[in-house]
């Protein structure tokens, strides 16, 4: 049986075994699970807790995985430091434009959250009287076109919105509905999920923005519309 060209270029005589690929995926999550819930078992202010907290942030987790990838697929099979290089580099490449744009956008999103902006246009856009799921909706919607994040989003409309339904008769379920198509319509190029399918899928951004964009709002103006009609019955 032929072998691929990446083994055949990296000098391997064999595939890597499924369970040391599978160990070394594992290994973060395991880390990182640990340090999730150390604080439940764990003197918080403990030395065991503090030393979990640290192997279990994800920056360690990953550096973590990557260096023992690294290793055991690299080094102890025979693969030089050269060709290891090559290969992480080349990796890069095509996710290159989706970090950028993605760290773009969450410094962004923090100028937006530090400044106070998107809470006072959020702030502003519920109290005009809106019914409160469209309230919702807009609040939601005009942070995600702003920062780009539907998780900023989704947490700055529920803090908004949240006081506002002590005053209102309606199914909090409803709200939630609303907030969250919110925070999925209009993904452009401020979203990283914008470019992830614009750059797997080999599209222009004009390309992107009359499917995925359109796509997107489609998907959100559906589910607000149908919280509404909900909200009424």
Excluded at 56 to 68: M, N, Y
Excluded at 70 to 75: A, S, V
Excluded at 156 to 180: F, H, K, M, N, Y
Excluded at 186 to 210: A, C, M, P, Q
């Amino acid at each position: 049986m032929e072998e691929p060209d990446g083994v055949e270029r990296l000098g391997y005589e064999e595939l890597p075994g499924f369970g040391i690929v599978f160990s070394i995926i594992l290994l973060p999550l395991l880390l990182i699970v640990l340090n999730t819930f150390s604080s439940a078992f764990f003197d918080t202010d403990g030395t065991f807790h503090a030393l979990l907290a640290f192997i279990g942030h994800p920056f360690f987790a990953l550096s973590a995985a990557t260096l023992l990838a690294f290793t055991l697929l690299g080094t102890c099979r025979g693969v030089s430091r050269d060709q290891i290089n090559e290969v992480a580099t080349s990796a890069l490449a095509p996710a290159g434009i989706i970090i950028l744009v993605t760290g773009a956008g969450g410094v962004f999103k923090q100028v937006l959250i530090d400044s106070g902006t998107g809470e006072t246009l959020a702030g502003g856009l519920a109290g005009i009287g809106l019914h409160p799921v469209w309230a919702a909706f807009l609040t939601a919607l005009a942070v995600r076109a702003i920062a780009g994040s539907a998780t900023v989003a989704m947490l700055t409309a529920g803090g908004i919105i949240a006081p506002l339904l002590d005053s209102v008769q309606i199914e909090p379920a409803l709200i939630v509905i609303a907030i969250a198509s919110g925070a999925t319509a209009i993904s452009h190029v401020n979203d990283s999920g914008f470019w992830l399918v614009n750059r797997y899928f080999g599209l222009s951004t004009k390309e992107t923005l009359k499917s995925w964009t359109v796509m997107e709002s489609i998907i959100g103006i559906t589910g607000a519309t149908l919280a509404w009609l909900l909200s009424i019955f």
